[in-house]
């Protein structure tokens, strides 16, 4: 295997208590002084990359991300995980990371150039989604760019002698079983929970990836070199319209029984 | 306020922080889901996280960063969730690996480093025995040596020794130990045999702590013993700073702790205004304490003697502050605080011993007062 391609980025920490400033409109998620770190599917995807790596001798594992200044830190962490080498696409510091400005089609579009203008490329690895805005379109957006073959959800991946990839897919009706033929094209696999569990990168690691190299280049520059149009590609294509908390719980009912709890059920037209 | 230059107190390179970042993400994850079970004796130091051999050299498998600074931000990490299980680690990594890795011979490092470092091998260090704690140079242990075997016979009892015990059964695998080898001192280094374990302390529950009994072990020469023959005084007074510093480091853990539960408690409860005294008090005694911790770590040579007058203050303001804090935690959440779920009480627990482990504050009182005499007149900086 030659080289896996995996896209990472940059969001709020799982954990973290999302603060919304209602005065802010659709910028209302507030991103200044709020815990970052890689996306939870990232990870997968970047743990699933360096496994490959360990059975493939030889595959070069390149993380990639597109946003602020330190999004460097979370392609550090790519590589003290055991990535080789890393591309930050550097936007500006007012660029925010999540929906608002940067969206799955600015994302793919990118990494359509990056895939061609690196070569070689053998699988493209992403998070299924990012769990600041969901979208889930990233992957498959880049596939359809690149019309090249792909599986969303995995929850396992083997790659074959022949350069083909089996992907297990946990769906409502089961086990589905896919395979991405060698195609000339790069497979483009998103990566679902249940594929691994990273690991920690250890202390030693941490030290070790700083000497691994990271390019970084400005968006404006990618995007002149990519042979793109900048208006193109950064311009969102949907409009965030509104952002607000979810409204606080409200206080619920105390029931006596089953069948009152039925009937309050039936009242409010919830059950039949 | 630019927090720039708090920031770089506490995490000084970018190494410090990506530790930081790395223990921290450790800690919510694997950590805490297990800190209140802490009743039961247990043991879980354990991780492909390259920490328990954190200031050991890497030729030898350690991580290779022998950085007071490295060592409190693991220690302040951990204990924001369990103090127990980092008072365990501070035995193995500090007592135990770091003490080697500052004092033992390239052939020692060999034996007996990568199986610490990689966490196959658990253990600690003992000085205190029954009728030597504070006074620890009063100690009885005695090594004889033996010429016709080239080694030492070990014979004594060492009290309260963390890791002592790792199942409640057997013993710890190594253990640095201190004796007499006649009217000064040797120190030596061996594994050997448990008699009794406490599970009914007051805090630091889930770190086993046991009385060890050396009855005529054999240690030979070449191999077991650390140092030279009469100059381990030497080497407990050095690693001494950087565990007082590591102790510091455990309470400023405690105090962010019990600082976020009181805020967490109060902000869900805005007409709690009595407890403001509480809750700003806190914040103004953890920072000052978290700076002095990070101001003389960042400063700390662990190869060096001599680091005393605040190694002994930093421990000795911390960790009653530490006390102070989680105390004042427990009074802004009432009987909650008071109940184990709320985790303060544990906190408050668990503080109490950084009062006492590690040298008691009276034995800083001694040292820092016959220190600051030393300056002869001359004024404080
Ligand atoms: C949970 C736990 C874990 C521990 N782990 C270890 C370990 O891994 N290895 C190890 O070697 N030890 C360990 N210890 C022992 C610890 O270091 C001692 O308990 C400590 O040094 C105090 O000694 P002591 O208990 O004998 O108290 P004492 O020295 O008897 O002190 C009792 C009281 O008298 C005061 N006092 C004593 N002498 C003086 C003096 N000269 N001037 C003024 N006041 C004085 C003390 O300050 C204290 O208030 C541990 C203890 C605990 C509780």
Redesign the pocket.
Known sequence: MRKILVPIKRVIDYAQKIRVDPSKGAQGVQLKNVKMSMNPFCEIAVEEAIQLKEQNKGAEVVAISVGPKQCTETIRTALAMGADRGIHIETKPDVRGDYIDLQPWAIATLLKGVVEKEDAVDLVLLGKQSIDSDCGQTGPLLAGLLNAPQATFAANIERGDDGSFTVERETDTGTETIKLNASGKPAVITCDLRLNTPRYPTMPNIMKAKKKPVETISLEDMVKELGLDLDEVLTPKNEVVEVYEPPPRKEGETVGSIDELLGKLKEKGLVA | MNTNSLTKLFNPTDDHAALREMVRSFTEREVEPQALDTIEVKHSINDGLGILGLTAPDEFGGTGLPDATAVSIVHEELSYSDPALC?SYL?HSI?LVNNLAVNANDEQLALFMPGICDGSKIG?????EPN?????LGMKSNAVYDSARDGFILNGT???????TLTGKETGDLFLVYARTGPRRGQILLSLWWRKAWRD?LG?RA?P?AELVFENVFLPAKTHVVGDVNGATLCMMRNLEIERVALAAMAVGIARRSLDEMIAYASNRPALARIQKHISESYAEYMAGKCYLYAIANGLDLSTYGNGLDADGVKLYCATMAKNVADRAIQVMGGYGYCGEYTVERLWRDAK?LE????????H??NMARDLHKLDGNKLE
């Open positions: 008072l035995a007592l600690g260090m003992c000085m205190s030597a704690g504070t006074d620890v060492k009290m309260w020794i963390t890791n002592g302390k630091m770190s702590t011993l006492i482990g590690g040298g008691t504050n009276e034995s009182h001694k």
